[in-house]
């Protein structure tokens, strides 16, 4: 089914703003997408209407708020395709998710151990694993990524080992647009007994997401990138895993029976949810995953790639661009550099001309430097994106080009 | 021209500039039109951290006079440090450190910028400014 996009961006107040005078063509949804304003509505009536703690009060709008935000939880639980709402904890997003498996690992990795991540990883899915492998003297393995941006599996075959405990590794390139062979990588980890932890920050709004297909063992993902509140997300764990993990936090909420010599913790998901937790967020995290599910993330995902072939295909015929990232099994990302042009320089110049796009390593300094940059433009597309911003975008660049040139 | 005249010249002739795609246009041509530096000092020395650009900035004291030659990757980056250059090459560090940076909030320079950007220029003037300070110190003869 097409969507109608016409409709779709009379959703997101912000895209009839002007920037820098000129009307905004926002193409940096890698880095965060835009709302719509049943996220904000959900926002305002929660604290309008609803604003109470959770699972303590006896009165009635704690009850409210306790049943909204477990009803959330189990709506995002249905959302990836986890089994049990209890195995969706809580985080502050994709960032903390890595972070908090990375921390309450380190009782499983001893000196020798082996983490294996890819050359495609976004920091925050390697500088925690690098820090733990440093702490308990483990090391950190690599999988290799080939000219058109795509896993070496052939590599990653022979660098998992009796040695290796975790494999992490991201669903979708933030960089290349790569979307990764996430249920391939599971089954061989699994063969060896490896668990694997899927950073999913760039595939939760533009593919669909199934934990239990896909079967890895954790999946970590941020609300802001789709098209829901910045300072949320979800750390899913299998059961069994999230039972044998010791908590991360300690606090309120987390506990069962607290004692000046002893504490026993609470059940999951609270055992990892220590401290008030973001209601709010996790409220209008469900609005943004139900408009995701409302428009189709099939019908989305038809329209993001349209875009990004339309994109890539007009892109190629200014001179001097490279594109940076051509798997076969891409999401819309378009990462290019234009010889003898810094990114950063074009990426000013087409701001000038409304067109937000992203330049720089993009939080994956390693990836881009294997590329022999030192940065790249990017562009990145969503739900709300049109075939005339690709035309203005297209246009902006050829400007900016001949003003460097 | 004192260092005021300069600012003063700057802030005329971005002013003949309504858009600022103009003014970007302009210092590019700065950019391209800075004079290279000597391929010695392109090294990590002489590089601003701070920049999403690599800026490389070199000193030396002629006369008591500061002479500034610069160079980056970027070339509005380029254009940016040019105006600086423009600015406060050929003064004492005296002139330097007492300079006030007004001319680029008059022409918008600042609040125009990226953060990124805005960091970068920042960076720029202090390393500038930290020059003066120790050609200033070489200079004064110490006391007992």
Same mark, same amino acid.
């Given at each position: 089914?097409?969507?109608?996009?016409?409709?779709?961006?009379?959703?997101?107040?912000?895209?009839?703003?002007?920037?820098?005078?000129?009307?905004?063509?926002?193409?940096?949804?890698?880095?965060?997408?835009?709302?719509?304003?049943?996220?904000?509505?959900?926002?305002?009536?929660?604290?309008?209407?609803?604003?109470?703690?959770?699972?303590?009060?006896?009165?009635?709008?704690?009850?409210?708020?306790?049943?909204?935000?477990?009803?959330?939880?189990?709506?995002?639980?249905?959302?990836? $395709?986890?089994?049990?709402?209890?195995?969706?904890?809580?985080?502050?997003?994709?960032?903390?998710?890595?972070?908090?498996?990375?921390?309450?690992?380190?009782?499983?990795?001893?000196?020798? #151990?082996?983490?294996?991540?890819?050359?495609?990883?976004?920091?925050?899915?390697?500088?925690?694993?690098?820090?733990?492998?440093?702490?308990?003297?483990?090391?950190?393995?690599?999988?290799?990524?080939?000219?058109?941006?795509?896993?070496?599996?052939?590599?990653?075959?022979?660098?998992?080992?009796?040695?290796?405990?975790?494999?992490?590794?991201?669903?979708?390139?933030?960089?290349?647009?790569?979307?990764?062979?996430?249920?391939?990588?599971?089954?061989?980890?699994? #063969?060896?007994?490896?668990?694997?932890?899927?950073?999913?920050?760039?595939?939760?709004?533009?593919?669909?997401?199934?934990?239990?297909?896909? #079967?890895?063992?954790?999946?970590?993902?941020?609300?802001?990138?789709?098209?829901?509140?910045?300072?949320?997300?979800?750390?899913?764990?299998?059961?069994?895993?999230?039972?044998?993990?010791?908590?991360?936090?300690?606090?309120?909420?987390?506990?069962?029976?607290?004692?000046?010599?002893?504490?026993?913790?609470?059940?999951?998901?609270?055992?990892?949810?220590?401290?008030?937790?973001?209601?709010? $967020?996790?409220?209008?995290?469900?609005?943004?995953?139900?408009?995701?599910?409302?428009? $189709?993330?099939?019908?989305?995902?038809?329209?993001?790639?349209?875009?990004?072939?339309?994109?890539?295909?007009?892109?190629?015929?200014?001179?001097?661009?490279?594109?940076?990232?051509?798997?076969?099994?891409?999401?819309?990302?378009?990462?290019?550099?234009?010889?003898?042009?810094?990114?950063?320089?074009?990426?000013?110049?087409?701001?000038?001309?409304?067109?937000?796009?992203?330049?720089?390593?993009?939080?994956?300094?390693?990836?881009?430097?294997?590329?022999?940059?030192?940065?790249?433009?990017?562009?990145?597309?969503?739900?709300?994106?049109?075939?005339?911003?690709?035309?203005?975008?297209?246009?902006?660049?050829?400007?900016?080009?001949?003003?460097?040139? | 021209?004192?260092?005021?005249?300069?600012?003063?010249?700057?802030?005329?002739?971005?002013?003949?500039?309504?858009?600022?795609?103009?003014?970007?246009?302009?210092?590019?041509?700065?950019?391209?039109?800075?004079?290279?530096?000597?391929?010695?000092?392109?090294?990590?020395?002489?590089?601003?951290?701070?920049?999403?650009?690599?800026?490389?900035?070199?000193?030396?004291?002629?006369?008591?006079?500061?002479?500034?030659?610069?160079?980056?990757?970027?070339?509005?980056?380029?254009?940016?440090?040019?105006?600086?250059?423009?600015?406060?090459?050929?003064?004492?560090?005296?002139?330097?450190?007492?300079?006030?940076?007004?001319?680029?909030?008059?022409?918008?320079?600042?609040?125009?910028?990226?953060?990124?950007?805005?960091?970068?220029?920042?960076?720029?003037?202090?390393?500038?400014?930290?020059?003066?300070?120790?050609?200033?110190?070489?200079?004064?003869?110490?006391?007992?």
């Amino acid at each position: 089914m097409a969507l109608n996009i016409e409709q779709i961006r009379k959703d997101f107040p912000i895209l009839s703003r002007k920037v820098n005078g000129k009307p905004l063509v926002y193409l940096d949804n890698a880095a965060t997408t835009q709302k719509p304003v049943g996220v904000m509505e959900r926002i305002t009536r929660y604290y309008s209407e609803e604003n109470s703690n959770v699972h303590r009060g006896v009165h009635r709008l704690s009850q409210v708020a306790t049943e909204e935000f477990e009803e959330a939880r189990r709506y995002i639980a249905g959302f990836i $395709g986890a089994g049990k709402p209890e195995e969706i904890v809580f985080t502050r997003g994709t960032t903390e998710s890595v972070n908090f498996i990375a921390t309450v690992f380190q009782q499983f990795i001893g000196a020798g #151990d082996e983490i294996l991540i890819t050359a495609m990883e976004h920091h925050s899915n390697l500088v925690p694993w690098q820090q733990l492998c440093r702490r308990q003297n483990a090391a950190m393995k690599v999988v290799p990524v080939n000219e058109r941006g795509e896993l070496d599996m052939e590599s990653f075959k022979n660098l998992i080992t009796s040695k290796t405990k975790m494999v992490a590794v991201a669903h979708v390139s933030n960089v290349l647009g790569t979307i990764n062979p996430v249920e391939k990588i599971t089954g061989l980890a699994h #063969d060896k007994g490896v668990p694997v932890l899927v950073d999913g920050a760039q595939a939760i709004a533009h593919l669909p997401v199934d934990v239990r297909r896909t #079967d890895c063992d954790f999946y970590a993902f941020s609300a802001h990138k789709a098209y829901g509140p910045m300072g949320i997300g979800v750390l899913y764990g299998k059961e069994e895993w999230l039972n044998k993990l010791s908590p991360y936090q300690f606090g309120g909420e987390m506990v069962d029976q607290v004692g000046f010599k002893e504490t026993t913790f609470n059940v999951l998901p609270f055992k990892f949810e220590a401290g008030t937790p973001d209601v709010c $967020g996790a409220l209008a995290m469900e609005t943004a995953l139900k408009y995701i599910e409302k428009n $189709g993330i099939e019908n989305i995902r038809q329209h993001e790639d349209e875009l990004l072939e339309y994109a890539t295909r007009e892109l190629k015929k200014l001179r001097g661009i490279k594109i940076i990232g051509e798997a076969a099994e891409k999401t819309a990302v378009l990462s290019f550099v234009a010889g003898g042009v810094h990114p950063y320089d074009l990426g000013t110049l087409v701001d000038q001309m409304g067109v937000a796009v992203r330049t720089g390593h993009h939080c994956a300094q390693p990836l881009v430097e294997r590329f022999g940059l030192s940065g790249t433009v990017r562009a990145s597309f969503g739900i709300y994106n049109t075939f005339e911003e690709v035309d203005i975008f297209i246009r902006a660049v050829r400007q900016a080009l001949d003003m460097l040139r | 021209m004192t260092i005021q005249e300069k600012q003063q010249q700057i802030i005329e002739e971005f002013s003949v500039f309504d858009d600022w795609l103009d003014k970007y246009a302009y210092l590019i041509e700065l950019g391209k039109a800075l004079p290279l530096i000597d391929e010695k000092y392109k090294t990590d020395q002489y590089l601003i951290s701070g920049c999403q650009s690599r800026v490389w900035l070199h000193a030396e004291i002629k006369d008591g006079k500061m002479i500034l030659t610069a160079d980056s990757d970027a070339v509005i980056t380029k254009g940016i440090v040019s105006l600086l250059i423009r600015v406060f090459s050929g003064h004492t560090p005296d002139e330097i450190l007492e300079a006030d940076m007004e001319f680029l909030n008059t022409i918008g320079l600042k609040e125009h910028l990226s953060p990124t950007r805005a960091n970068g220029l920042q960076s720029m003037i202090k390393q500038i400014r930290l020059y003066a300070q120790v050609f200033k110190l070489k200079a004064t003869p110490k006391s007992e």
